[in-house]
């Protein structure tokens, strides 16, 4: 017997993975003291092998996880394994300026502590992986991410920097057909500002899919949707594993000319219209 404990960032695809595994789907209580302290609670667990799945895109969230798997062990499980949808921190993953932490790193030691094992979705780097000290393996995602794109004029899949260049192939992949090209980024970390270099490709009259693990302010998704505009593509649709969407990062998107955007339930928001259950699934049963 398996029982899935949601996290509540990560609700509606814990269900699905309930469903995908026909594994029991238990109901937490999610607290908060008057002192903003957070207390997640598992009443109703009884089995040997947990799997708690959620995502961590604040600080309450990873504190969430930490109670979460501390729950299901008070309460008997032998076997617990963790599945971080979206693993935040994961741009912190290295000291870049003088006394700054690796924020990644101090996570992951603190979630190893809890479980036997850990997936995540499609880390910002594979190497975070390595931070933890448990097995822990990254499963891809972006297999599904061309699903709700179709009928696409002479399609163009960009990634806005080198680093989503194989999300682009991937996702070009699925869809069947298409060229790949890539954007140079170069963003400054001192005041935020992102400067992209398109290449030579032709977009005029194309409908051109940017694809990336992340949009987080929108910043690089709007700079990418701008260019390609002004260039003439016809339609640019924004594709993305995790969709963040901090701040006014759709309006950013909307402002800049976008069609549609796509997103994973790594993060459940309006536009999370591709499940990464079945992907979680199949690993899990490998
Ligand atoms: C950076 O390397 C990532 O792949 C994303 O491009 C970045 O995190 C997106 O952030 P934002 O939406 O704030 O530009």
Sequence with gaps: MTTIIPGSTSQALAAALSTELEATLTVPTYD??????TLATVPDFDDDEAIVVASTATNDAHIELLQLQDAVREAGATDTTTIIP?????????????GQPISVRAMAKAISTGTDQVFMIEPHEPAVADFFTVPTESIDAAARLAD??????????VAPDEGAIGLATTT?????????????????????????????APVEGRDVVVVDDIIATGGTMSG?????????????????????????ALTKLAAAGVERVVGTDTLERAVSDVTVAPAIATRLTE
């Design 86 to 98: 979206y693993m935040g921190y994961a741009r912190q993953d290295k000291a870049f300026k003088s």
């Design 224 to 248: 990418a949707i701008g260019v390609l505009n002004s260039r003439g593509a016809a339609r640019v649709y924004a594709v993305c594993v995790h969709p963040v969407l901090a701040e006014a």
């Design 32 to 37: 908060r003291f008057p002192d903003g302290e």
């Design 148 to 157: 709700p794109l179709s009928e696409l004029a002479d399609p163009l899949f």
């Design 172 to 200: 070009r992949d699925a869809y069947g057909s298409g060229d790949v090209d890539y954007f140079e980024k170069e963003r400054d970390y001192e005041t935020g500002e992102i400067e992209l270099t398109p290449s030579d």
